[in-house]
């Protein structure tokens, strides 16, 4: 099938980018040096392709990922870098077949842990703004997590607010400031675990042992500013012009069909002039006609792939195949 | 069960307000005055209530709405109230046992609804700022789309740029000058349908003969500080905190479970600082615990209803169900 006959809001891949960003990144971060993040595209069939790339542990942010990637029988060593109390999910982990460790910032959630027979947790450090606990209550929770039963594997810290900073010296100097307070932590907690780190950072973060980037599979449209960043966008919205006025057009893919957080979509051939549910505003360079195809890049892939039940996947404008987006929800 | 044993993120509707916004809109709007658009909550269970309320007719923004408002036997008088020139969508759409109407705004629209064998349309009529046609265009297309073999029904226009204006003579303003367009086309186009409007402009659009309201049935945020409005906020989403730092918290609530383009949600116990994909963080107004539970009122409906599987329906914090939100995707 040629991809103009894909039915539209689709979301497709280019196989090709796909699988050159996951050979690029294997090659910079080979191994255990990478354990990428699958909330970025939820999809267990990408995950293989990051396993048979040689990483052999992910980053997980939902329990519903945990449990996917462990019945697809990916669950070598998963790390839900979230912090969780819900028994319910916490006791299907720990029966999961998988290699399951836990981010835990507080006494609750090691105890809701423990209780649940989690066996292995890591300690997450608050180096940004998200969650984590000071890097002065590191030592006594670990020895908590300890005392409950828990091995300590090590700390966990994401520098979320150094991720988008164009500035590659600005960037660096967040990590470094973020990371300093990461291994201060290490030192109090001990274990073999240094992780944090994602795609914006990954190639500057050289104080974590591993990098939990998901993005650079597909990536979003913020990263492309990044002087440092090798991976290209392959990530795309094909849509289809349903009306036409005298001074736009309007296609048929609109903010159900994408993360609006990061902004507009782009459109390498005209202005997107604003989303609404359904449809795009366009000013195209070009007159377009009704029936014309029209593909968006979505400017952030995580949400983005959490809207859409299948991945179309194209080389060279044929469409080879789907994979279902089977890790969505929670 | 309570409302506080949901495993989080869960979305929630009152049922009683949910209940007393139908009964108070099928008060207002009797009968055909509504034909209530399902894009808004994507839930047949809903549409059911609204159908039961009085109003035969509903509008759709996908085919997928109409196939399956048509599959559960809702098929009385459906309008696509989009364009689209998907030949199999169309075939579907004709080849069921709906009564359905397809909005067509250009000459490759008629073509395409005709070539399927859709029997009835109305003229979209650009009385707004997205899909329709021009004014002088109508009865041109009108003609056209009667030597094609359709039925047209009348004509339509959305003047969603009024929907969200507070100022009720400046939102009156608009509508009029709106509608003055639609009824100018009306009269090219003839037929018995003028249908538009939305919950914004449901009291003060006197022109239409038929409202495509949506959002009434568990309102968006925005809508609140529009004084002509009677309707209550019944849509929540659940969430629980998972961490808790010096001078914020955080719950498991983010930007993939709730629609962000109408900004962040409300929230009546503390202000909220930011969303995150799987994360929202919070300055509580009293300090709250690791498992406290958080209830966040999301800004826009229609695509935080499109981002979960399951509707939970609550009464007095107890329970008492729940619907799929079966007819999302394309």
New interface residues.
Partial sequence: MHIDEL???ALWADLDILETNIAMMAQRLPGNRLRPHV?AHKTTAIARLQYEAGHMGFTC??AREVLGLADAGLGHDLLLA?????A??LTSMARSEARVTIAV??E??ID?AAAAGIAECVI?I?VG????C?VGEAGYLADRARKAGLEVRGVMGYE?HAMGVVDLDRRRELVEAAMERLLQAHELVGGDLVTGGGTGTHAVNTWVNEIQAGSYVLMDTAYTEQVDQPFEQGLFLQS?V?????KFA?C?AG???Q???HGNPSWREGEILF?????T?LIPEKPL???DRVCLIPAHI??TM????LLHLVRNEEVVGHWEIDLR??
């Fill in positions: 039915p539209t809001p909330k942010a939902t979230n912090e969780t109390v819900d319910d999910r910032d507080s609750a959630t809701a997450d608050r703004f998200r969650c984590g000071e979320g289809t349903v009306s036409i006025a005298e309007v048929d903010l159900k069909a993360g609006m957080d989303c609404s549910d359904e449809h505003n006609l009704v029936g995580d949400p959490a809207k859409h039940q929800h929670w």
